[in-house]
Protein backbone atom coordinates (compact mmCIF):
# COMPACT_ATOMS: atom_id res chain seq x y z
CA UNK A 1 0.00 0.00 0.00
CA UNK A 2 2.59 2.45 1.08
CA UNK A 3 4.80 1.34 -2.11
CA UNK A 4 1.45 2.50 -4.31
CA UNK A 5 1.32 6.08 -2.63
CA UNK A 6 5.05 6.61 -3.49
CA UNK A 7 4.34 5.46 -7.14
CA UNK A 8 1.25 7.82 -7.27
CA UNK A 9 2.88 10.44 -5.66
CA UNK A 10 5.93 10.10 -8.26
CA UNK A 11 3.96 9.82 -11.17
CA UNK A 12 1.60 13.11 -10.16
CA UNK A 13 5.14 15.06 -9.66
CA UNK A 14 6.17 13.73 -13.20
CA UNK A 15 2.92 14.54 -14.84
CA UNK A 16 3.23 17.94 -13.39
CA UNK A 17 6.50 18.78 -14.21
CA UNK A 18 6.74 17.35 -17.84
CA UNK A 19 3.45 19.24 -18.29
CA UNK A 20 3.99 21.10 -21.82
CA UNK A 21 5.01 24.94 -21.34
CA UNK A 22 3.10 28.18 -23.47
CA UNK A 23 4.95 29.84 -25.79
CA UNK A 24 3.46 33.72 -24.85
CA UNK A 25 3.00 36.08 -27.24
CA UNK A 26 4.81 39.82 -27.50
CA UNK A 27 3.09 41.99 -24.67
CA UNK A 28 2.22 45.44 -26.43
CA UNK A 29 0.05 46.89 -23.62
CA UNK A 30 0.26 47.37 -19.88
CA UNK A 31 0.40 43.54 -18.30
CA UNK A 32 -2.56 43.83 -16.12
CA UNK A 33 -5.38 44.00 -19.22
CA UNK A 34 -6.65 40.39 -20.11
CA UNK A 35 -6.33 39.39 -23.82
CA UNK A 36 -9.28 38.98 -25.87
CA UNK A 37 -8.33 35.30 -25.83
CA UNK A 38 -8.32 34.87 -22.19
CA UNK A 39 -11.95 35.96 -21.80
CA UNK A 40 -12.98 33.22 -24.45
CA UNK A 41 -11.54 30.73 -22.52
CA UNK A 42 -12.61 31.96 -19.07
CA UNK A 43 -15.85 31.94 -20.61
CA UNK A 44 -16.31 28.55 -22.36
CA UNK A 45 -15.03 26.99 -18.89
CA UNK A 46 -17.60 29.08 -17.22
CA UNK A 47 -20.41 28.07 -19.69
CA UNK A 48 -19.52 24.57 -19.60
CA UNK A 49 -19.52 23.91 -15.70
CA UNK A 50 -23.09 25.96 -15.86
CA UNK A 51 -24.42 23.86 -18.29
CA UNK A 52 -23.38 20.75 -16.31
CA UNK A 53 -24.31 21.76 -13.21
CA UNK A 54 -27.57 22.52 -15.36
CA UNK A 55 -27.70 19.63 -16.74
CA UNK A 56 -27.50 17.43 -13.22
CA UNK A 57 -30.26 19.36 -11.58
CA UNK A 58 -32.66 18.85 -14.29
CA UNK A 59 -31.95 15.10 -14.40
CA UNK A 60 -32.08 14.83 -10.66
CA UNK A 61 -35.83 16.60 -11.68
CA UNK A 62 -36.80 14.13 -13.51
CA UNK A 63 -35.11 10.98 -11.76
CA UNK A 64 -37.65 11.93 -8.92
CA UNK A 65 -40.42 11.57 -10.55
CA UNK A 66 -42.39 8.58 -11.06
CA UNK A 67 -45.52 6.89 -12.87
CA UNK A 68 -47.79 5.24 -10.34
CA UNK A 69 -50.16 2.31 -11.10
CA UNK A 70 -53.36 0.90 -9.48
CA UNK A 71 -53.44 -2.59 -7.64
CA UNK A 72 -52.12 -5.49 -9.99
CA UNK A 73 -52.80 -2.84 -13.04
CA UNK A 74 -49.58 -2.15 -15.47
CA UNK A 75 -51.75 0.86 -17.76
CA UNK A 76 -50.61 3.64 -17.89
CA UNK A 77 -52.94 6.23 -16.11
CA UNK A 78 -53.73 9.73 -18.13
CA UNK A 79 -52.80 11.64 -15.33
CA UNK A 80 -49.01 10.20 -15.73
CA UNK A 81 -49.29 10.98 -19.38
CA UNK A 82 -47.30 14.52 -18.48
CA UNK A 83 -44.36 12.94 -16.37
CA UNK A 84 -43.94 10.63 -19.21
CA UNK A 85 -43.50 14.03 -22.06
CA UNK A 86 -41.58 15.32 -19.96
CA UNK A 87 -38.89 12.23 -19.99
CA UNK A 88 -39.58 11.89 -23.30
CA UNK A 89 -38.47 15.62 -24.61
CA UNK A 90 -35.54 15.13 -22.32
CA UNK A 91 -34.10 12.05 -23.49
CA UNK A 92 -35.61 12.89 -27.44
CA UNK A 93 -33.13 16.61 -27.26
CA UNK A 94 -30.10 14.15 -25.32
CA UNK A 95 -29.21 11.71 -27.81
CA UNK A 96 -26.58 10.31 -25.66
CA UNK A 97 -29.31 9.84 -23.30
CA UNK A 98 -30.41 6.01 -22.48
CA UNK A 99 -33.14 6.01 -20.11
CA UNK A 100 -33.67 2.79 -17.67
CA UNK A 101 -37.85 2.40 -16.87
CA UNK A 102 -37.84 0.68 -13.33
CA UNK A 103 -41.00 -1.42 -12.86
CA UNK A 104 -41.79 -2.01 -9.25
CA UNK A 105 -44.64 -3.81 -7.27
CA UNK A 106 -45.81 -3.79 -3.54
CA UNK A 107 -44.89 -6.52 -1.75
CA UNK A 108 -48.37 -8.70 -1.71
CA UNK A 109 -48.06 -11.46 -5.05
CA UNK A 110 -45.63 -14.36 -5.29
CA UNK A 111 -41.83 -12.51 -6.39
CA UNK A 112 -42.31 -14.53 -9.50
CA UNK A 113 -45.71 -12.70 -10.32
CA UNK A 114 -44.13 -9.31 -8.50
CA UNK A 115 -41.44 -8.92 -10.82
CA UNK A 116 -43.67 -10.41 -14.04
CA UNK A 117 -46.14 -7.22 -13.05
CA UNK A 118 -42.85 -4.63 -12.72
CA UNK A 119 -41.96 -5.71 -15.95
CA UNK A 120 -44.99 -4.95 -17.78
CA UNK A 121 -45.19 -1.67 -15.86
CA UNK A 122 -42.04 -1.41 -17.34
CA UNK A 123 -42.80 -2.20 -20.65
CA UNK A 124 -45.82 -0.21 -20.75
CA UNK A 125 -44.03 3.13 -19.96
CA UNK A 126 -41.49 2.24 -22.33
CA UNK A 127 -44.21 1.87 -25.32
CA UNK A 128 -45.43 5.53 -24.00
CA UNK A 129 -42.22 6.95 -24.98
CA UNK A 130 -41.57 5.58 -28.22
CA UNK A 131 -45.09 6.43 -29.08
CA UNK A 132 -43.91 10.20 -27.97
CA UNK A 133 -41.06 9.61 -30.34
CA UNK A 134 -37.70 8.41 -27.95
CA UNK A 135 -35.46 5.64 -30.23
CA UNK A 136 -35.91 1.96 -28.27
CA UNK A 137 -32.30 1.99 -28.51
CA UNK A 138 -32.84 5.07 -25.94
CA UNK A 139 -34.67 3.04 -23.46
CA UNK A 140 -33.67 0.00 -21.46
CA UNK A 141 -36.44 -1.89 -18.98
CA UNK A 142 -35.97 -3.60 -15.55
CA UNK A 143 -38.32 -5.10 -13.17
CA UNK A 144 -37.32 -5.24 -9.51
CA UNK A 145 -41.00 -6.66 -8.92
CA UNK A 146 -41.23 -6.11 -5.10
CA UNK A 147 -37.22 -5.90 -4.14
CA UNK A 148 -37.11 -1.89 -4.24
CA UNK A 149 -39.88 -0.74 -2.47
CA UNK A 150 -39.85 2.76 -1.45
CA UNK A 151 -41.80 2.25 1.72
CA UNK A 152 -41.97 -0.92 3.95
CA UNK A 153 -45.02 -0.86 6.09
CA UNK A 154 -47.51 -2.89 5.31
CA UNK A 155 -50.78 -0.34 4.45
CA UNK A 156 -52.57 0.52 1.07
CA UNK A 157 -50.51 4.26 1.50
CA UNK A 158 -47.53 2.35 1.70
CA UNK A 159 -48.41 -0.18 -1.25
CA UNK A 160 -49.45 2.65 -3.08
CA UNK A 161 -46.24 4.42 -3.32
CA UNK A 162 -44.62 0.80 -4.47
CA UNK A 163 -46.72 0.97 -7.47
CA UNK A 164 -44.49 2.26 -9.36
CA UNK A 165 -41.92 2.91 -12.60
CA UNK A 166 -38.58 4.70 -11.97
CA UNK A 167 -36.85 6.22 -14.63
CA UNK A 168 -33.16 6.01 -14.19
CA UNK A 169 -30.91 8.74 -17.01
CA UNK A 170 -27.57 7.86 -18.17
CA UNK A 171 -26.01 10.31 -20.20
CA UNK A 172 -23.23 8.54 -21.86
Known amino acids: MNKMAVLLASLLITACASAPKQESAPVSQASDKTTP ?83 RRAEAVEKSLEILGVQAKQIKIISYGEEKPRLTCHHEKCWKENRRADFVHNLG
Open 37 to 119: STVTTAAVVSDTGMESKKLAAEIQELQKQSVYFDFDKSKVKAQYQDVIAKEAQFIKEHNNDVVTVEGNADERGSNEYNLGLGS
